[in-house]
C-alpha cells in the first residue's frame, strides 16, 4: 500500500521570529517538507490580505485548503492532520501533562515568559530595533497599560525560568524533557524556544546571572537541541513562494478536516450571543496584535477552535484560549 499523499503546507513567517521556530523545528523534526511565504518584518502584509485575514501575528500556517492562527494551534493540528509517526507525548499521559504546561508556561501572555525575553533585547545589536518604523509598528502589536517591568526583573524571570529547567526537568541527567533518547519531542519544542532564542542574541542574557556554568544540563540541552534541529534540515524540502502563489496553492488544495464539528451550543459564548452556524463574527487575539479583528461567517466552534470563513472564501481555524469571538451587529451584518 503506497503511504497517503502529504497535504501541501504553506508557512508565513520571517525567519528570525522565534514563534515561527516552532513551528519550523516541528517540521524539520518531523521531516515534512513545506512551502514558505516570507514576511515583512512590519506591516504591511499584502500576502496575508489576500487570504482575507487582518490578523497581524507570525506565524501563519495553512495545511490543504485550511489555515490555522497561533503556533498554540497550529502544533496540534501538523500532529493530528499530517500522516506519520507523532512528536507529542502518548495522549493520556503524565508526559502529555507536563508537554501542555510548558506550553503555557512559554507561550502564555501578557506577562509571561516571551514578554519578558522581549524586554531583554538587546536594542544596540539588533538595527532593527532602534528603526523608528520598526518601533511604531511594535507599538501597535503590544498596546499600552501595565506597568512597565524593568530588564532586572526580566532577568530574574529568565534565570527562575532556566534553573526550574535545570533543578526539575531536566536534573536526573535525561537527553530530552520527555525522557528517552530518540531525539527531541514536542515537549522540547515547547520548553526550548525562549531560552534558546535569547542565548542566541549575543547581549540578551547577563552571563554573571544566566550562562553554562551555573546551568549546565541546560546549556548541553540546548547544545544538543541545536544539533538535533540542524540535523533534521537536512530531511525536508522547503521551497519559497510569493504571495499570490501561496494563495493558489492553498485554494486549490483538498481539505484535511471534513466537517469541523459545527457550533457547540454547550459552549457559553455561543449561548451568550446565540451564535449559529453562518453568522457573521469578529474573531481578534485578546494579548497581542488585538487591534486587528478578522469577521467572517461563523463555520465552528468548540471548546478547542472557532472557525470561520473570510469574505476571500479561506477557512481560517483560531484557538479559543487567546482569542475572542462576538458576533458582528445585525445592523452591521445586512451591510
Ligand atoms: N500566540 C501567538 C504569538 C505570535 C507572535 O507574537 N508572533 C510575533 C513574532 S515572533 C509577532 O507576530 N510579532 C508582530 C509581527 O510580526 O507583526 C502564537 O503562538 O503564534
Redesign the pocket.
Known sequence: MSSPVPPPIVLYHYPF????RRIVWYLRLRGISYLQCLQP???PRPDISLLGLKY????ILSIGRDIYL???LILPKLESLVPGPPLSAPPGSPSLALQSLLSLWT?S?PGGL?AHAMNLLPGADLPLLRDPAFQR??AD?VGGGGARVSREESMGAIRDAVALLEGTVLADGREWVLGGEGGPSLGDIEAVWVVHWLTGLKGALDERVVSGEKFPRVYAWLGRFQRAVEEAKGRVEVRTVEGEEARGVISGAERVEGGCGGVDGEEPVVRKYGLREGDLVEVW?V???SAHVDVGRLVGLSAVEVVFETDKGFRVHAPRD?FRVKPVKRAEASL
Open positions: 521570529s522565534p514563534y515561527a518584518p512590519i506591516l497581524r501575528r507570525i506565524p497561533d503556533t498554540r507561550t501572555s516571551f509598528d511594535r502589536f487575539p494579548d497581542t496584535g487567546g
